[in-house]
Nanobody, 127 residues
Framework: QVQLVESGGGLVQAGGSLRLSCAAS????????MGWFRQAPGKEREFVAA????????YYADSVKGRFTIARDNAKNTVYLQMNSLKPEDTAVYYC????????????????????WGQGTQVTVSS
């Protein structure tokens, strides 16, 4: 079992920045693919970013590329999402996700591919 706890959400003006953190416990962190997803009211959960076990590869949704950065610290069992140049359309509940299995790039954007999820943290961007 893996427990994931997100933090760092809040209210920010458009153009501002936030850094989300996700602390993991219960399994060797370095064995986990880590991802961030988000879900806005009335919309499906969507992929934001993911990072490989060793941080050698990171992946981003087109909508956040160039503005968001995913990083992990395997010594602290934590994954981060640095969000810059925030837009009102970034408003959503942001979820941390983890999975221990081998993966292909083609499936890591799919929520069902991840076995473990955090409870989510609200990010609200005002215009």
């Amino acid at each position: 079992q893996v427990q994931l706890v997100e933090s760092g959400g809040g209210l920010v003006q458009a153009g501002g920045s936030l850094r989300l953190s996700c602390a993991a416990s219960g399994r060797t962190f370095r064995s986990l693919l880590m991802g961030w997803f988000r879900q806005a009211p009335g919309k499906e959960r969507e992929f934001v970013a993911a990072i490989s076990r060793t941080a050698s590869n990171s992946y981003y949704a087109d909508s956040v590329k160039g503005r968001f950065t995913i990083a992990r610290d395997n010594a602290k069992n934590t994954v981060y999402l640095q969000m810059n140049s925030l837009k009102p359309e970034d408003t959503a509940v942001y979820y941390c996700a983890a999975d221990p299995r081998a993966y292909t790039v083609g499936v890591l954007t799919t929520p069902s591919r991840y076995e473990y999820w955090g409870q989510g943290t609200q990010v609200t961007v005002s215009s």
